[in-house]
């Protein structure tokens, strides 16, 4: 004969087994396409503590070599949510892309880290022009510069330095365009003689190549300059405007994290940058290096856009002007840091 507990049981388990399916009514999916560099470890972090599944967030991550190839990805209706530079987000907005960069993440993040004879060169010569010009004439050729592919915040920001700030045009130097996984191998392997590029790489290569340094940051090369964003479809914004809402607090607090905790960040940074292979503790000097500015105050990063922009559309990195008006959407950070503690 059956007693009654052992009735109950299977439905017990039953009702246990379809409990957090009833909940999944209140989970929103993004598709979100992400580089696997520092600049946009806000989504690392919430991603790591676990808040983005808390906050009924369930986000389909797509990782990117590059942020023209995430911008080829958006012209192909993919992706709901970005994390990427500014430029290719004007790129994509240029191309007929309808996103809204909602906040930044970062700013003054790129370093040109040289080694070998141009890092000597550079040390000895206070002129960053003059260090060039005599690294070429002793060794018969130009200096080897890697980087992002053409359009991205690295390559522009070089290319920016070389014409606007020293004078001495794109053609001072070789700009050699690849991914960031093969911008550390050729520095680490020598194939290269410096690289415009941001952390943990700068840190990376000074740690691991003899007299590596870096020759000059991003105050120096384009003052003020806009690093990675987050940003979103219309379509996105439209349609889910809570978990949006929901996203902007977690990238707000993670930010806070960035800047206040990079211990706490780092093992997940770590997770998603340099595939696990970098240590903890170059993770964690990386967060706290003069290239790692986090902020997500979009309001800030407006006026050196406008300067990056004017700049790519004299280089013609932008078919056509973009209305930097359109492209920002600052309500929903400004609603977000704007609102009590605790709604």
Do not use: C
């Amino acid at each position: 004969m059956f007693t009654l507990p052992r009735l109950l049981a299977p439905l017990a388990a039953l009702l246990l087994a379809t409990g957090p399916a009833q909940g999944n009514d209140d989970t929103t999916t993004l598709e979100v396409g992400y580089m696997p560099i520092l600049p946009v470890a806000q989504l690392f972090v919430m991603e790591g503590e676990g808040w983005t599944g808390e906050a009924g967030l369930e986000l389909e991550l797509t990782r990117f070599s590059s942020g023209p190839a995430m911008v080829q990805a958006l012209a192909s209706g993919e992706l709901d949510v970005m994390y990427f530079g500014i430029g290719p987000a004007m790129v994509a907005r240029a191309n007929g892309v309808p996103i809204k960069v909602l906040a930044a993440s970062i700013r003054e993040q790129i370093g040109l880290v040289a080694r070998g004879e141009l890092a000597d060169t550079f040390a000895r010569v206070e002129d960053p022009a003059e260090a060039i010009a005599r690294f070429t004439e002793a060794q018969g050729r130009k200096p080897k510069i890697a980087t992002f592919p053409r359009g991205s915040v690295p390559d522009t920001v070089l290319r920016y330095w070389l014409v606007e700030r020293l004078g001495v045009g794109e053609e001072a130097v070789e700009i050699v365009a690849m991914g960031a996984d093969r911008v550390q191998q050729a520095l680490l392997a020598g194939a290269v003689d410096a690289a415009s590029i941001l952390e943990p790489i700068l840190t990376t290569v000074q740690e691991r190549v003899e007299g590596a340094r870096v020759v000059a940051r991003a105050d120096e090369m384009l003052p003020g300059q806009p690093g990675a964003v987050l940003a979103a479809r219309e379509a996105a914004l439209a349609d889910h405007p809570e978990a949006m809402r929901a996203l902007m607090d977690l990238h707000v607090r993670a930010t806070r994290m960035l800047l206040e905790e990079p211990a706490r960040a780092a093992p997940h940074v770590r997770e998603f940058v340099g595939k696990r292979l970098i240590g903890l503790d170059t993770v964690e000097a990386a967060l706290r290096s003069p290239s790692s500015n986090y902020l997500a105050d979009p309001h800030a990063i407006l006026e050196a856009t406008r300067t990056m922009h004017d700049f790519q559309a004299a280089q013609g990195t932008l078919k056509k002007p973009v209305d930097l008006e359109a492209l920002f959407d600052t309500s929903l950070y400004d609603a977000v840091v704007r609102a009590p503690a605790g709604s």
